[in-house]
Each structure stands twice: as C-alpha cells, then as structure tokens.
C-alpha cells in the first residue's frame, strides 16, 4: 500500500474515522472486528484485532471466547448484537436480515449502528488486502494472537509468516 500514498492516507483517514471515533466502544469496535476477520478468514487480520482488543480492555479470556460469543456470559446483550451483525455482515455475500436490525436497535442508536457496520465494511477491504497480499504478522500480534485465539479458534499465521 506505501507503494501508493494516496491510497495509505485515504485508508488511514478511513481507519481513523471508523475506529477511533463516535460513541461505540473501541474495545467493542476491536472485538467486532476479529468476529468479522475469523469470518472471513484473515489470520493477519485476526491476530491483530485479538491484540488490539486486548489493547483496548478486553480480557484474554473475553478475546478467546469471542468466537462463542454467543453462549458465553462474558458479553452483554449488547455486545451480543454487534458481534452477531459482525458474523453474518462479514460473509459474502452478507446474511444480515431486518432480525439482527431489530435486535441491535434495541442497544444503539442510529449512529451507532452506522459505526458498527462501517466497522465491519472496513474489515471487508483489510481482511481482502492483507490475506490476498500475504502479509507479513508481526512478533507481537501473533504472540497475542496464539495466545488467546490459538486454542479457542485454531488461530495459526499460515501464509502470513
């Protein structure tokens, strides 16, 4: 992506907008993005998001069982619905319907909302990018990552090493 400047500062303006602002949690922001890079298959996607959200306070034990999320009494309600939209919005093509609408409205509002799917978008391109360019994982995210998603998800680098 250096290898286009425009590129990395759009991206970066992008990121930035999306993550790091608005009223969403960045710790739930983080959390759904790993559901949305286990989806979709990233394993360099998925290692940071487990180390961004250990960053932004979730626990490792919370991160390991992000991918049960569903069954776990370690989320909220709350968090249950934006990792639910994050699961079915990341396939392709998405299988989100009026149901995971409905059930997140009953926690976020209209703007909120907008966050979490524009989330969600945002791991569609960097879940593309980085797994069709192999990227290379870094010491740390992978440490983490085989540290709180090694055992629960079968997290392992792969073609990002």
């Not at 949690?25 to 949305?36: C, D, R, T």
């Not at 085989?146 to 073609?159: H, L, M, V």
Request: charged fraction near 25%.
């Amino acid at each position: 992506m250096v290898r286009r400047p425009n590129i990395v500062r759009a991206f970066m303006q992008l990121n930035q907008a999306v993550l790091y602002e608005g009223t969403v949690s960045e710790e739930l922001k983080m959390l759904v993005s790993l559901i949305a890079s286990q989806v979709a298959g990233c394993r360099y996607c998925q290692a940071h998001m487990a180390n961004l959200s250990k960053i932004y306070k979730a626990s490792e034990t919370k991160i390991s069982e992000v991918w049960n999320f569903k069954e776990s009494k370690l989320f909220s309600e709350s968090e249950k619905a934006a990792l639910d939209l994050a699961l079915h919005g990341a396939m392709s093509p998405s299988q989100t319907e009026k149901k995971h609408f409905d059930e997140l409205g009953k926690y976020f509002n209209d703007a909120e909302i907008v966050e979490i799917v524009a989330t969600i978008s945002l791991f569609g391109f960097l879940n593309r990018w980085n797994d069709s360019m192999a990227t290379e994982i870094e010491e740390l995210p992978e440490t983490v990552a085989q540290a709180t998603i090694g055992d629960s998800f079968g997290w392992e680098s792969g073609k990002h090493k």
